[in-house]
């Protein structure tokens, strides 16, 4: 029985090594500092213990010491820092090349759309060795993404979008946590992530087809009629958005903004907020009338646009 519960997580990510050691490190600190301290309380106590007819010395203070104590563990706590701010670092950046995924999460389930099309609920299928980008947003109240093998854990928002990576390093199947108390159903608000073998993954992704994120947010885009005042020409009345994902927009009032997945989604909910520069606030909002997974395809959609090369997409 108590065989089942692991003393640790598995270890699948390129960063829960990194973690691990220094989880470690701070445990074997701590064991040392605690030891040494009630060693040192046990020590003194007998050796320092009233004995009848012997009156106690009188006690002076050591500079000596007391800069050597402050000095070695201020270094410690110091170093401490650097190596956890160094793993901060490396876990908030990925690396350029990512595979996206689009996380929306809502109670109580988990919802994924692939770049390639597919969709699972409370599943993940992912290829092992490859650096994975989770963009995630929730649809009611706060959840939190956790995938303890991975060593990663992030907040899911509603309003706004969060991210987070994670490179796995070895194919099985891991749990998948919200970590985030959010209603009754928070419990049953779990998972699996399987990392496959490439080939593997190649096979799962052709038995599973749909529409691209980029694909789906470009039919919304003329569905939704968007197209009418975004494309260049008569009846233009807002920016055109061929490649402008990435790069600063001059505002209205003489501000910018730099167009991230943060600033799209403003824009198709709350359009008057952030008006560009020659443009009028004319642009009904979306709010109510976009669920977060379309919002997100509109994103990717947009985010797909390359700068015109003559000739609107
Ligand atoms: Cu979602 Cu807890």
Known sequence: MLNDIPLMPPNASTFASQV???YAFLVILSAVVTV????AVLFFAIKYRRRPGVAPGSMEGSLRLELLWSFIPGVIAIGI????????????KPPTDVMDIYVSGKQWMWKVQHPTGQKEINDLHIPAGRAIRWTMTSEDVLHSYWIPAFRMKKDVVPGRYTEMWAQPTKPGEYHLFCA????TGHSKMIGTVHVLEPEAYQRWLSGNTGDPPDVAGAKLFESMRCNTCHAAGQGQR???LDGIFGKPQPLKGGSEVIVNEDYVRESIL???????NGFEPVMPSYDGQLG???????VAYIKS?????????
């Open 180 to 183: 985030e108390y959010c209603g």
């Open 36 to 39: 040494g301290t009630f060693g």
């Open 305 to 313: 646009l390359k700068p015109a090369a003559g000739g609107a997409k």
């Open 20 to 22: 691990d050691l220094l």
């Open 81 to 92: 820092f650097a190596w956890g701010a160094k793993l901060y670092f490396y876990g908030v």
């Open 270 to 276: 709350h359009p008057l907020a952030k008006v560009v």
């Open 292 to 298: 977060e997974e379309e919002i997100m395809q509109l």
């Open 238 to 240: 807002g920016p055109v």
